[in-house]
């Protein structure tokens, strides 16, 4: 079993950044396909960024905004978010799909384990 805990969300003003952090514990997800998700009230789930073999993927509309890594010494993956829009608020996901590589990793039901999320806000 992998757990998933998401860090460092907040309240911003637009135009600002802000930098989430999913600490992974139970395994190392180093070879796991990493993906951020968000949820704003009343909308589906939908796919921001994720990270797997060779390969990063964004939501269009983050590209250029938003960047992921990982951290493997810590076990950590990392969303940094740049001139945050009121259209970024939701609630941000942390997902692991136990796939080296994942041909679909911006659809949720590729991931296995879940965090419990982090609000984000962004005040126009």
């Known amino acids: 079993q992998v757990q998933l805990e998401e860090s460092g969300g907040g309240m911003v003003p637009a135009g600002g950044s802000l930098r989430l952090s999913c600490a992974a514990s139970g395994r190392t997800v180093s070879s796991y396909t990493m993906g951020w998700f968000r949820q704003a009230p009343g909308k589906e789930r939908e796919f921001v960024a994720a990270?797997?073999?060779?390969?990063?993927g964004y939501a269009d509309s983050v590209k250029g905004r938003f960047t992921i890594s990982r951290d493997n010494a810590k076990n950590t993956v990392h969303l940094q978010m740049n001139n945050l829009k009121p259209e970024d608020t939701g609630v941000y996901y942390c997902?692991?799909?136990?796939?080296?590589?994942?041909?679909?990793?911006?659809?949720?039901?590729?991931?296995?384990?879940w965090g419990q999320g982090t609000q984000v806000t962004v005040s126009s």
């Open positions: 990270i797997t073999w060779g390969r990063i």
């Open positions: 997902a692991a799909d136990d796939a080296y590589y994942s041909g679909s990793y911006s659809n949720p039901i590729s991931y296995d384990y």
